[in-house]
């Protein structure tokens, strides 16, 4: 998967069926950033893309190869 960050983190959360808020409650990370991290306008830090990957259940390299170094 070589998706873009923020287009992977809203096709995970979408194959699950989870709204903002679900993966807000989920991850603690508010739904505004969450809005900003789905639209590419923010990249998360490190410890924040391991919150998604755990709780995705997916690699967190499946999401940090779409972040451009």
């Known amino acids: ?3 873009k ?3 992977q983190l809203k096709f995970l ?11 807000s409650k989920k991850t603690q990370v508010g739904i505004e950033k969450l809005a900003l ?6 990249i998360p830090s490190i410890q924040t893309i391991l919150k998604f990957s755990t709780v995705l259940e997916v690699p967190a390299s499946n999401l940090m190869d ?3 170094a």
């Open 1 to 3: 998967m070589k998706n």
């Open 5 to 7: 960050f923020h287009e």
């Open 13 to 23: 959360r979408e194959e699950k069926n989870w709204s903002l808020e679900d993966l």
């Open 66 to 68: 779409g972040i451009k």
């Open 37 to 42: 991290y789905e639209r590419g306008e923010l």
